[in-house]
């Protein structure tokens, strides 16, 4: 698994591998995705210390949106395909397919 990918399951505010900027994101994501978003001025206050109105949308938009797709497919009972059927990602700086 990738090690972003871990240290997002683990304890991705004490990783070194995000920036402030993307910690604040995962964050605003993580109250988001939890329906904590309403209580937590710190999250939207540090949104709003780095990104513009339109970034905050957007980033709030895309993160609403998956998490009404993940809903959807739970709803369904959708079962989660093994790995070997999911899509491969192209890890763009070593130009080669990533695992995972």
Same mark, same amino acid.
């Given at each position: 698994?990738? =090690?972003?990918?871990?240290?997002? =399951?683990?304890?991705?505010?004490?990783?070194?591998?995000?920036?402030?900027?993307?910690?604040? *994101?995962?964050?605003?994501?993580?109250?988001?995705?939890?329906?904590?978003?309403?209580?937590?001025?710190?999250?939207?206050?540090?949104?709003?210390?780095?990104?513009?109105?339109?970034?905050?949308?957007?980033?709030?938009?895309?993160?609403?949106?998956?998490?009404?797709?993940?809903?959807?497919?739970?709803?369904?009972?959708?079962?989660?395909?093994?790995?070997?059927?999911? *899509?491969?990602?192209?890890?763009?700086?070593?130009?080669?397919?990533?695992?995972?």
């Amino acid at each position: 698994m990738d =090690a972003h990918f871990e240290a997002i =399951a683990g304890d991705w505010e004490a990783s070194n591998l995000f920036s402030h900027e993307e910690k604040t *994101v995962i964050r605003w994501a993580a109250t988001l995705t939890e329906n904590t978003a309403s209580g937590d001025d710190a999250a939207f206050t540090s949104m709003k210390d780095i990104f513009s109105e339109k970034e905050i949308v957007e980033l709030t938009l895309f993160t609403c949106l998956f998490n009404a797709w993940n809903r959807l497919q739970d709803g369904f009972q959708n079962p989660i395909e093994p790995v070997s059927e999911q *899509v491969q990602w192209l890890d763009w700086n070593q130009n080669t397919i990533a695992s995972g």
